[in-house]
C-alpha cells in the first residue's frame, strides 16, 4: 500500500519562513520525489525535486528561497524549507514520490 502525507502548512507573513514535511510508506523508499504547489485558478505547477537521497534542483520562482532535502538514512521522510515568504507563495503545496504517488497537500497562506 502507498501512502503519501504532507504536513506543516499554515499562516506567514510575508517575509517569514515554514517548513513542510512529506512521508511516504516504506515501498517508496527508492523512489526521487518533487515539490510542487497549485494556487487558486492556475496550474499545479513543479517547483523542486530530490534526485536520489541529496540532489536538488529548483524552479526559478523559488530558488534561492527554498531548500529541498530528504532523510538519507531512510529516504521516506523529506522537507521543505521556505524562507522569505511572499503572498505569491500562496498555494497549496504537494509532495510527489515516483513520478505518480501523490500526497493530499498542504495549505500555506502568505498573508500580512
Known amino acids: 500500500q502507498v501512502q503519501v502525507m504532507e504536513s506543516g502548512g499554515g499562516f506567514v507573513q510575508p517575509g517569514g519562513s515554514l517548513q513542510l514535511s512529506c512521508v511516504g510508506s516504506?515501498?517508496?523508499?527508492?523512489?526521487?520525489m518533487a515539490w510542487y504547489r497549485q494556487a487558486p485558478g492556475k496550474q499545479r505547477e513543479w517547483i523542486a525535486g530530490i534526485i536520489g537521497s541529496d540532489r536538488t534542483i529548483y524552479a526559478d520562482s523559488v530558488r534561492g528561497r527554498f531548500t529541498a532535502s530528504r532523510d538519507k538514512a531512510v529516504n521516506t521522510t523529506a522537507w521543505l524549507q521556505m524562507s522569505g515568504l511572499e503572498i505569491g507563495d500562496t498555494a497549496a503545496y504537494y509532495c510527489r514520490f515516483c513520478g505518480r504517488y501523490w500526497g493530499q497537500g498542504t495549505q500555506v497562506t502568505v498573508s500580512s
Open positions: 516504506e515501498n517508496l523508499r527508492t523512489c526521487d
